[in-house]
């Protein structure tokens, strides 16, 4: 059947059916269900890919994980907290009438980012992690308003930014590891990507204001292999180097450290105290529980889908940070 025809057996225009079956408010409710009962009975469906095309919409939301190989230690797709975070996006998108699709990318060069925007049939792009690609985003960002990125707020950026506040996140630790009596303070963490940059800037600042003579270490981990903490941390310990607090740049790298020490023989939180980051919905059930970072996916979600459909819409959005805060656990000494 087509829609002239069930549009003469309604009575009404092709407009109208068009209309009720895409539940616009222009055609009244009564009218709605009418039509809606009527194709039901007939066997009529809407074309959504004709329907799509007149509108110039896919419904599809392209979501990236820059991951390129021997990176700069960002997550890996298989992380949990980017596990957690793509749910909540499929959530949220769906509330929205979108479908996800999703990409991997381990190509160092930063070209396919524009590639992807420029050949990819989807309405909008959310990127999770700048990684190294924060001056092509810029880029790409003059040409193409519809991309909204999860990530760290930068100088001089023309792309739109949802993060947590990963200066105060690193702050809140310090605070708490110096509180727990640590003198001897390490970062496990990539200091030269965005997010864990500003995650070690707010530590590192915070623990040399308030006890300027605290040793602070950093293990540099840029491998983006779930190994990587774990033999970097083993190293570390074996090289008898001291430490009593640790701060790990994400709850992976915290729990690879965890058990890279109880290899070592060295205990959580009696010898070590560990603080991670993301809180990823694992963390509570750790052994030991971990102290970390919050970063709420679906607040984080709501925030990236809402803008980028502001930006799909020809509205302003702006830069936002999602609410930051330490979840104590055992990791850290606190029942």
Not at 80 to 86: H, I, T
Not at 124 to 132: D, E, K, T
Not at 210 to 219: K, Q
Request: with cysteine; hydrophobic share 40%.
């Amino acid at each position: 059947m087509k829609m002239s025809d069930l549009a003469k057996i309604a009575g009404v225009s092709k407009s109208t059916v068009s209309r009720a079956l895409a539940n616009s408010e222009l055609v009244t409710e009564e009218t709605r269900t009418r039509i809606k009962a009527l194709a039901k009975e007939h066997g009529y469906r809407m074309d959504a890919r004709a329907r799509n095309f007149r509108k110039r919409e896919t419904l599809t939301i392209g979501v990236l994980v820059p991951m390129p190989s021997n990176s700069q230690g960002e997550p890996p797709a298989t992380n949990p907290f980017v596990l957690e975070m793509l749910g909540a996006l499929a959530d949220e998108l769906e509330k929205k009438g979108h479908e996800l699709l999703f990409a991997k990318h381990s190509n160092r060069d930063p070209s396919w980012l524009r590639e992807f925007v420029e050949t990819r049939s989807v309405d909008g792009v959310i990127i999770l992690g700048q990684n190294i690609y924060h001056d092509i985003l810029n880029e790409i960002a003059l040409d193409y308003p519809n991309l909204v990125v999860w990530g760290a707020r930068m100088p001089e950026q023309n792309y739109i930014t949802v993060g947590s506040d990963n200066y105060l996140g690193g702050k809140l630790v310090a605070e708490h590891l110096l509180q727990q009596g640590c003198k001897q303070l390490t970062f496990l963490g990539n200091t030269t990507c965005p997010e864990s940059m500003q995650r070690f800037a707010g530590f590192k600042d915070t623990v040399e204001t308030l006890v300027p003579d605290t040793e602070l270490n950093v293990i540099d981990c840029r491998e983006n292999h779930n190994d990587g903490g774990y033999r970097l941390v083993s190293e570390y310990v074996q090289a008898n180097k001291p430490m009593d607090g640790l701060f790990a740049a994400s709850d992976l790298l915290a729990n690879r450290a965890i058990q890279a020490l109880r290899s070592c023989q060295i205990k959580v939180p009696s010898d070590v105290r560990i603080v991670g980051y993301d809180n990823i919905s694992s963390s509570e059930f750790m052994t030991p529980a971990l102290t970390s970072i919050n970063q709420n996916c679906r607040i984080a979600a709501q925030k990236l889908v809402d803008k980028v459909f502001a930006r799909i819409n020809g509205k302003q959005a702006e830069s936002e940070l999602i609410p930051t805060a330490l979840i104590i656990r055992e990791s850290t000494g606190v029942n």
